[in-house]
């Protein structure tokens, strides 16, 4: 049985691409792009998105349209 690059590159891909689209859904971010985006970078994109999480997280605070849930 031979190993292949291939395969374990598509699979890295679209399990970055599900489990960035699930982290863009719980913090409120576009799903589908973050999603896209994880599937063509893999787990590239993960200082791509934290850096817009912390973004958008700044935008909400400046506005003070902010709600912590415990």
């Known amino acids: 049985m031979q190993f292949s690059w291939l395969f374990m590159l598509v699979l ?3 399990s970055s691409g599900i489990l960035f689209g699930f ?3 719980k913090h ?3 799903v589908k792009r ?3 985006v994880g599937c ?3 787990p590239l994109t993960y200082p791509l998105f934290s850096t817009h ?3 958008a997280d700044i935008k909400v605070w400046q506005h003070g349209c902010y709600k912590i849930e415990g």
């Open 12 to 14: 890295v891909s679209i």
């Open 23 to 25: 982290a863009a859904y």
């Open 28 to 30: 409120g971010l576009a």
């Open 34 to 36: 973050w999603g896209c």
């Open 40 to 42: 063509i970078l893999g």
């Open 53 to 55: 999480k912390r973004l």
